[in-house]
């Protein structure tokens, strides 16, 4: 059997920390990983975005030229100079700071400021909600530039900026929020090692519990 099939099959299973004990380098198969984030309609790009950050958390201590490199290839691909954009580098980026928070304590200010990025924004808003369910100090001075996307046309945007207050604790936001807890629109969210369908409404009335 394939590296890649062995890959999909702990992912299938929901056996992340497994990975690291497969029979190649660390270097590879998260290059494996990474190269299986890029269909965001698939319960499997999600499972190995959060493989990644588990992966990373477990060789952080004996291995942390790893977790930079990694850091530093995913920022390359974020940017011009890579000569195309990595579309699920936010998502893994927060992934990797939320179980190295100490490693990598600088790379959410550097996540953060991508939020400009349309094409990047629901990726961004997602990092910075699972980054502050952990270290809320680490990103909550990126409220401010949240709140604005709870106002977006993109359903998509106004539930991950939803739904990141709530993991930020940002108690400041709850008029915001009530006032989308009608909001019907639908999308998929992954949660739990699932990927289901929610309406923001439904992401909102859990957000408010959060804050209350």
Known sequence: MSLKNDIIKLLENKKYEELVNLPSTKTR??????????????????????????MTGMCAESDPELVRHTVERLLWMIRD?????GWS???????????NSELCSDIALIIVPFIDELPLRAGVLRAIGRIGKTNTEMVG???????????????FIRGYAVWALG????????THLEKLKEDNSVIQFYESGELMEKTIGEISSEALKKLR
Do not use: F, H, M, Q
């Not at 990474?34 to 959060?50: A, Q």
């Not at 100079?81 to 954009?85: A, L, N, T, V, Y």
């Not at 993991?167 to 709850?174: K, T």
């Open 29 to 54: 198969i998260l290059t494996k990983l990474i190269s299986l984030t890029y269909d965001k309609k698939s319960v499997l790009s999600w499972r190995s975005i959060e493989a990644i950050g588990i």
């Open 81 to 85: 100079e890579s000569g195309g954009i």
């Open 89 to 99: 580098s936010p998502e893994i980026l927060g992934e990797i700071v939320r179980n």
């Open 141 to 155: 001075y990126a409220i401010p530039r949240v709140l604005p996307c709870l106002k977006s046309p993109d359903p």
């Open 167 to 174: 993991e930020i604790g940002a108690s400041g936001s709850v």
